[in-house]
């Protein structure tokens, strides 16, 4: 036998020397749930470790992050129902929960880099993404809103906007907003290729925003979210979103479209992002609870995996777990 693969995994070193892929801290984005009342929190019993937090703690834990080597933090508002309507109104709102949010971040943490996720859901009325019209989610109604929504977040101090609608045009709509607005250096971090997918369900219980369909309101987000069966289609929003000016592309779910990371990876230039959603993180801690897999390895491995298939940036539940088992490393 002339080749022996075996050899160069025989040790740590070797191992270490022959390393294709690495993870580190730097690459994580950690997504956050703010809520009213500033020293709330309210725990997400199927996102262990995860809560909806007040400002107050939602910096504190931001601050713990930040301190572990995380760059990011990406935010997403709770609203109550009584602030939810159907065009979204408080998203734009200078004192509107996520506006706030932002504000005190960047005084606390000025160096931590704010995301924002631009998307009506959390603020509708109807938990739709869109405007909804005689039991349609309208495309070109939508866009002034986006784009008033990054604005007001770009306000408020957000480094990128992140618009997860999928709306057709939305990257041009919030791109020519903010430059209007005196933003050029905010940047766009578009959910570019964004399916349809049941491993959202812990984050729409996270904010009470899934969809609630009626006569009138569609059941499901199955007419602007992608089918996961496509792949095409990927790269041709791909191209769409490259051609209007988005600074980042993000594939989302993560672990179940690698080949998709994979495949946007070879197709762009831009920096790659990758979203292990709330399904897959809750998956993960289930299984752990019940003793049936080793949570801190395979998260590593999880997002390890993130990393070979091409992305540049991770956004993950996990972050201040991989944080500390990195720096332990
Ligand atoms: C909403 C939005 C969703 C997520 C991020 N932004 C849910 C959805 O599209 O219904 C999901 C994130 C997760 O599951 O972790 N625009």
């Given at each position: 036998?002339?080749?022996?693969?075996?050899?160069?995994?025989?040790?740590?070193?070797?191992?270490?020397?022959?390393?294709?892929?690495?993870?580190?801290?730097?690459?994580?984005?950690?997504?956050?749930?703010?809520?009213?009342?500033?020293?709330s929190e309210t725990p997400i019993p199927s996102m262990p470790g995860h809560a909806r937090l007040g400002i107050e703690r939602l910096v504190a834990r931001a601050r713990a992050a930040h301190a572990l080597g995380i760059q990011a933090v990406a935010l997403f508002?709770?609203?109550?129902?009584?602030?939810?309507?159907?065009?979204?109104?408080?998203?734009?709102?200078?004192?509107?929960?996520?506006?706030?949010?932002?504000?005190?971040?960047?005084?606390?943490?000025?160096?931590?880099?704010?995301?924002?996720?631009?998307?009506?859901?959390?603020?509708?009325?109807?938990?739709?993404?869109?405007?909804?019209?005689?039991?349609?989610?309208?495309?070109?109604?939508?866009?002034?809103?986006?784009?008033?929504?990054?604005?007001?977040?770009?306000?408020?101090?957000?480094?990128?906007?992140?618009?997860?609608?999928?709306?057709?045009?939305?990257?041009?709509?919030?791109?020519?907003?903010?430059?209007?607005?005196?933003?050029?250096?905010?940047?766009?971090?578009?959910?570019?290729?964004?399916?349809?997918?049941?491993?959202?369900?812990?984050?729409?219980?996270?904010?009470?925003?899934?969809?609630?369909?009626?006569?009138?309101?569609?059941?499901?987000?199955?007419?602007?979210?992608?089918?996961?069966?496509?792949?095409?289609?990927?790269?041709?929003?791909?191209?769409?979103?490259?051609?209007?000016?988005?600074?980042?592309?993000?594939?989302?779910?993560?672990?179940?479209?690698?080949?998709?990371?994979?495949?946007?990876?070879?197709?762009?230039?831009?920096?790659?992002?990758?979203?292990?959603?709330?399904?897959?993180?809750?998956?993960?801690?289930?299984?752990?609870?019940?003793?049936?897999?080793?949570?801190?390895?395979?998260?590593?491995?999880?997002?390890?995996?993130?990393?070979?298939?091409?992305?540049?940036?991770?956004?993950?539940?996990?972050?201040?777990?991989?944080?500390?088992?990195?720096?332990?490393?």
């Amino acid at each position: 036998m002339l080749a022996r693969p075996r050899r160069n995994r025989a040790s740590p070193a070797v191992r270490a020397l022959v390393r294709e892929t690495t993870l580190s801290t730097s690459h994580l984005v950690l997504p956050l749930f703010v809520q009213d009342g500033e020293q709330s929190e309210t725990p997400i019993p199927s996102m262990p470790g995860h809560a909806r937090l007040g400002i107050e703690r939602l910096v504190a834990r931001a601050r713990a992050a930040h301190a572990l080597g995380i760059q990011a933090v990406a935010l997403f508002p709770a609203l109550a129902d009584a602030a939810k309507d159907p065009r979204a109104t408080q998203s734009v709102n200078p004192e509107g929960l996520l506006q706030r949010a932002v504000r005190a971040l960047k005084r606390a943490i000025p160096g931590l880099l704010v995301i924002t996720d631009v998307a009506m859901d959390p603020y509708s009325s109807h938990g739709h993404d869109g405007v909804v019209h005689g039991g349609r989610v309208v495309n070109d109604d939508t866009l002034p809103i986006l784009a008033a929504m990054a604005v007001a977040q770009a306000r408020a101090g957000a480094d990128v906007v992140a618009p997860s609608d999928m709306m057709d045009g939305r990257i041009r709509a919030v791109r020519e907003a903010l430059d209007a607005a005196g933003f050029s250096d905010v940047g766009i971090c578009s959910y570019c290729v964004k399916y349809a997918s049941a491993f959202y369900g812990p984050f729409r219980a996270a904010l009470d925003s899934a969809p609630r369909p009626d006569a009138d309101i569609p059941a499901d987000k199955t007419t602007y979210q992608m089918d996961p069966a496509n792949i095409r289609e990927a790269l041709r929003e791909v191209a769409l979103d490259e051609a209007e000016g988005a600074d980042w592309l993000m594939v989302k779910p993560g672990l179940p479209y690698l080949d998709v990371v994979g495949a946007v990876r070879a197709a762009t230039t831009l920096p790659v992002a990758a979203y292990h959603v709330s399904g897959e993180y809750a998956m993960l801690k289930a299984a752990a609870e019940r003793g049936w897999l080793d949570f801190d390895r395979a998260l590593l491995e999880s997002l390890l995996s993130f990393r070979r298939a091409g992305a540049d940036i991770i956004f993950t539940y996990g972050a201040i777990e991989a944080a500390r088992l990195l720096s332990a490393k």
